[in-house]
């Protein structure tokens, strides 16, 4: 009997053998390579975004001269705006203390785009609503200076964020020492995990069976905050600890605490996440950090654990017992005084009502669509670069209340409508084409759809200033010249009709042009724009500066073309400023970091419309607010203000527009539903009162430019057009006609009459 031969055991165990080491040797090779690729990202990520600093954007300073108009109120209310504390002693910067209409200010050192200007003590002397007296640190008068241009947001300018990046120097020693006590004790020795922390946290989530406890070092905030999601698993941590140990050997204590202080989450303002101390302390305080307390410190070290739980403005007592918690520590650990922290723990919270920081996202969303139409990609890309822009921060204050104010208003009467009503605002100086204001929309700190700049909707009835400037430059046409409210049809290119109609339905006859387009008449209009013809109103709108020519159909002649507010705000800027072509800017000047300036990329201002024609059209839009569907915003604008202006209602009443300007601004008003549904409002009831509002609340002057050589002022009859005599009725007007025209005289305001008239006046004063 043949014995079977032994199994072949050892050759089995030799193969798993290899398969095993094989295994293990593979899982190294990974495991080395995955740490080489993650150490690369880690190093990369935290380099790029640590020494980034973003660029600072500055509203233009408010200068200060004696004469000025500016009220004990308005003084305060500027220095409120700009941070400054109301103190006893005027002896640190950023304070200062009122005595009835005098102001003893310390000014903080600011940077203009021209100079730096030092702190120093300056004493403003006020009379009712006047400044009388400017004087300096050695009780020298001054002629003018500038209070601080105000910080209205940071900007990375290839990423959607906002922070204020706080230099080591800048920020107080206390913040990072009350860090490591609170978050981190062990901070300066571990290697970037704390074991014993992870221990504790470890059993804890063990007997829970799922993440509760953290257990994490201030390195590890970081990893979570600059390369990790929100999700809370085993994995995660595990990640989170490995790229914490290679963050903290390649990078020191130092670095990784600054860039600690300038990336923890402390908040939510709308839209916009509150990153590092140095956004947080403007947002809170109204302050940059460096001027931070002990008891203001203790509180935004106290809600890093939680800014929604802590949030001192909707859980004030919470937020306290966080603060008052932090000041225990502190003196436990003698980082304070027991005294220190007992008269801090007695300090109110002190957090400003709402954001100090002056934040404007629509603006600075202007701000980042034209810094690279106006400056040179490669000039943009240096860190720490200072944007100083013509944002006016009082203008903007009274938009954005304004808006807030009118649109409750208006929901408040159409209380059947399912939605409240959305609106947008933009205001020009129209001289320089700097855009003083740009309001996005209702609650416009919340920073959400940018309607000033998106909102492309229908400009109905603010087309037809276009119209009738096309037809004054035929020569053909001027304010007097007689048109025909009258039923019109126009075969379109389908075979089909098209027949407008007036708002109110009914045809007046002839009419003329100065009242046609006072009172916004539809046929009138389309009959002036058919006889002009649909190109040169097409080709208008991008020589007044659209950056494209609308469709050539007959509905374009009542507003069958969707804009922005800024875009109409750049064509109607060319009325404004007397027919030229200036590309509206937010940006005066750019400067480095070390103080030079980077050179624009030149602009021209071209004359684009004959500046006669601009002048007639400019006094017939005021008659829009004297006899036409602007008439009721004399009830809110000062009396001897003059202005000009044009409302817009698109088809259906989806669309509320309206557009004007003295001699210093230009507004233009959108107001309607976000979905695109009928407001049952016209812009002479949806618009209009928000521009008329905002108009009368700004420092602004008359409409009043000189009148071209080419012009005459002429008096006519305003229903007629018939030349008529200053006074002889009261539906006469003055309008500008070019020189040598001759028009028929109305009947009873010759010169018969007119010396009837003088004998009546001169024997009613005897």
């Known amino acids: 009997m043949t014995e079977a031969p032994p199994p072949a055991i050892p050759a089995q165990r030799s193969l798993r053998t290899r398969v095993v080491v094989g295994a293990i040797l593979g899982l190294l090779v990974a495991g080395i390579g995955y740490l080489v690729v993650l150490d690369q990202f880690v190093m990369r990520r935290f380099e790029a975004r640590s020494w980034t600093v973003p660029a600072q954007v500055f509203a233009q300073p408010l200068e200060l ?73 050695r009780d020298e008068n001054l002629v003018k200076i500038r209070l601080d241009p105000l910080l209205i947001g940071n900007l990375y300018l290839n990423e959607d964020e906002d922070r204020i990046v706080v230099a080591p120097g800048e920020m107080p020693a206390l913040l990072p020492a009350t860090l490591k006590a609170i978050e981190d004790r062990d901070f300066d020795s571990h290697a970037g995990i704390d074991l014993s922390a992870i221990a504790r946290a470890a059993w ?103 800014p929604s739980y802590y949030n001192p403005r909707t859980q004030a007592t919470r937020a306290k017992a966080r603060r008052d918690f932090v000041l225990t520590q502190l003196a436990q650990l003698s980082i304070v005084t027991e005294t220190d922290a007992r ?158 109609a007036n708002f109110d339905q009914h045809a007046l006859g002839a009419m003329p042009l100065v009242r046609a387009l006072a009172e916004s008449r539809n046929l009138a209009t389309v009959q002036l724009g058919l ?46 400023n007397g027919g030229y072509d200036t590309p509206l800017r937010a940006v005066r000047a750019v400067t480095t970091s070390d103080g030079r300036r980077v050179e624009a990329i030149p602009r021209t201002a071209n004359l684009v419309a004959d500046p006669g024609a601009v002048y007639q059209l400019d006094r017939m839009m005021t008659e829009v607010m ?74 602004t002057r008359s409409w009043n430019p000189p009148m071209p050589d080419s012009l005459e002022e002429t008096w006519i009859n305003y229903e007629s057009g018939l030349a008529a005599d200053e006074g002889c009725a009261e539906d006469v007007i003055p309008v500008a006609l070019p020189q040598g025209t001759e028009l028929d005289s109305a009947h009873g305001c010759g010169g018969l009459h007119r010396f009837a008239r003088r004998v009546a006046a001169w024997w009613h004063r005897l």
Request: without cysteine; proline residues 4%.
């Open 65 to 137: 001269s004696r004469g000025a108009a500016l009220s004990p109120g308005a003084v305060e209310e500027e220095l409120t705006r700009l941070g400054y504390r109301s103190a006893g002693q005027v002896t640190e910067s950023g304070t200062y203390r009122r005595h009835g209409e005098v102001f003893e200010v310390m000014l903080r050192k600011a940077r203009f785009d021209d100079e730096v200007r030092e702190a120093q003590r300056l004493r403003i002397v006020t009379r009712g609503r006047s400044i009388v007296g400017l004087t300096g640190a």
């Open 204 to 306: 804890t989530n063990l007997r829970a069976g799922r993440i509760e406890q953290g257990g994490s070092t201030l390195t590890q905030q970081l990893v979570k905050s600059y390369f990790l999601d929100a999700r809370r698993t085993f994995g995660r941590k595990a990640q989170e600890a490995l790229m914490a140990v290679l963050l903290e050997s390649h990078f020191s204590k130092d670095d990784i605490l600054s860039a600690y202080i300038n990336d923890v989450y402390l908040g939510q303002d709308g839209a916009r996440a509150i990153h590092g101390f140095g956004l947080a302390s403007r947002f809170y305080f109204a302050k940059p950090a460096n001027e931070l307390t002990l008891p203001e410190i203790a509180l935004l070290v106290g809600i890093v654990r939680g």
């Open 343 to 500: 008269e801090a723990k007695a300090q109110p919270l002190g957090v400003v009502a709402r954001s100090g920081d002056a934040y404007y996202p629509a603006y600075l969303d202007y701000v980042r669509r034209t810094l690279p139409r106006d400056y040179r990609a490669e000039d943009l890309e240096r860190p720490g670069l200072q944007i100083f822009t013509s944002l006016d921060p009082r203008v903007q204050a009274v938009a954005e209340r304004t808006l807030d104010e009118q649109l409750e208003r208006l929901d408040r009467q159409h209380k059947s409508k399912p939605q409240a009503l959305e609106g947008a605002i933009v205001v020009t100086a129209p001289q320089s084409a700097e855009v003083v204001a740009v309001v996005g929309g209702r609650q416009a700190q919340a920073g959400n759809l940018n309607r000033a700049l998106d909102a492309h909707r229908s400009i109905g009835s603010l087309v037809k200033p276009i119209v009738y400037l096309a037809a004054l430059e035929t020569g053909r046409y001027h304010a007097a010249s007689l048109i025909y409210d009258e039923p019109v049809q126009v075969q379109l290119a389908n075979g089909k009709y098209w027949q407008p």
């Open 531 to 576: 006889d002009v013809g649909l190109d040169n109103v097409a080709r208008k709108f991008t020589a007044l500066g659209l950056d494209r020519e609308p469709a050539r159909v007959p509905a374009l002649l009542l507003g069958a073309v969707d804009l922005a507010p800024m875009e109409v705000a750049q064509i109607y800027n060319s009325f404004a």
């Open 626 to 699: 004297s006899h036409g569907t602007g008439l009721s915003a004399t009830s809110k604008l000062p009396v001897e203000l003059v202005t000009a202006g044009k409302s817009g209602t698109s088809s259906n009443f989806r669309d509320s527009w309206f557009a004007g300007f003295s001699g210093s601004h230009l507004a233009v008003v959108w107001v309607g539903n976000d979905d695109n549904a009928p407001t049952g409002l016209t812009g002479s009831r949806g618009a209009l009162p928000v521009w008329s509002s905002v108009m009368a609340q700004v420092a």
